[in-house]
T-cell receptor, first 114, second 111 residues
Framework: DAGVTQSPTHLIKTRGQQVTLRCSPK?????VSWYQQALGQGPQFIFQYYEEEERQRGNFPDRFSGHQFPNYSSELNVNALLLGDSALYLC?????????????FGDGTRLSIL | QQQVKQSPQSLIVQKGGISIINCAYE??????FPWYQQFPGKGPALLIAIRPDVSEKKEGRFTISFNKSAKQFSLHIMDSQPGDSATYFCAASGSNYQLIWGAGTKLIIKP
């Protein structure tokens, strides 16, 4: 039973570029959430996707956008990259049905901005 | 009001000892409190979670204690082992399903 998988594992970009990160949820899960984790800090919620729509959004600018596909996989897109976007980007999947179902995390994509 | 405050920032415990990590929250609408364990280079892994209708939950060597009136909850790791050395995060969420995270505690278990 595959868990949450993310790709790529590492990525290096320069300021102003655009990046797309990908996530496949755990088998049977229908909801995907994205988090940004800066070095030495706790994850910060970016947004959550369910039924191919953004359902919740944290305090992130609209340079951060996403998409969910019919197979529940998801992409995170970041435009006009800034140095401060350097972080570990985590994807978590869960079941929407029922309140506060456990979120299962992938190992993340380490994004470095030069 | 959305914050979750976690302490201590780092903790060193002897093998076999009890590790205790504390968290406090302000938003009374939070109704789900998970603890996650994260090893270097890995994503967070769910350890144990509690809802406010119980004051304690135990799974193996891990116990969550919950004090609703004080808006505090804590993780106790009994018989701590070197393999428990990791960063631990508390978190909380309410009806909007957003997990709000503490800043993390780096735990080192000395052999």
């Amino acid at each position: 039973d595959a868990g949450v998988t993310q790709s790529p594992t590492h990525l290096i970009k320069t300021r102003g570029q655009q990046v797309t990160l990908r996530c496949s949820p755990k088998s049977g899960h229908d909801t995907v959430s994205w988090y940004q984790q800066a070095l030495g800090q706790g994850p910060q919620f970016i947004f959550q996707y369910y039924e191919e729509e953004e359902r919740q959004r944290g305090n992130f600018p609209d340079r951060f956008s996403g998409h969910q596909f019919p197979n529940y996989s998801s992409e995170l897109n970041v435009n006009a990259l800034l140095l401060g976007d350097s972080a570990l980007y985590l994807c978590a999947s869960s079941l929407r049905q029922g309140r506060n179902q456990p979120q299962h995390f992938g190992d993340g994509t380490r994004l470095s901005i030069l | 009001q959305q914050q979750v405050k976690q302490s201590p920032q780092s903790l060193i415990v002897q093998k076999g000892g009890i590790s205790i990590i504390n968290c406090a929250y302000e938003n009374t609408a939070f109704d789900y409190f998970p603890w996650y364990q994260q090893f270097p280079g890995k994503g967070p892994a769910l350890l144990i979670a509690i809802r406010p209708d119980v004051s304690e939950k135990k799974e193996g060597r891990f116990t969550i204690s919950f004090n609703k009136s004080a808006k505090q909850f804590s993780l106790h790791i009994m018989d701590s082992q070197p393999g428990d050395s990791a960063t631990y995060f508390c978190a909380a969420s309410g009806s909007n399903y957003q997990l709000i995270w503490g800043a993390g505690t780096k735990l080192i278990i000395k052999p």
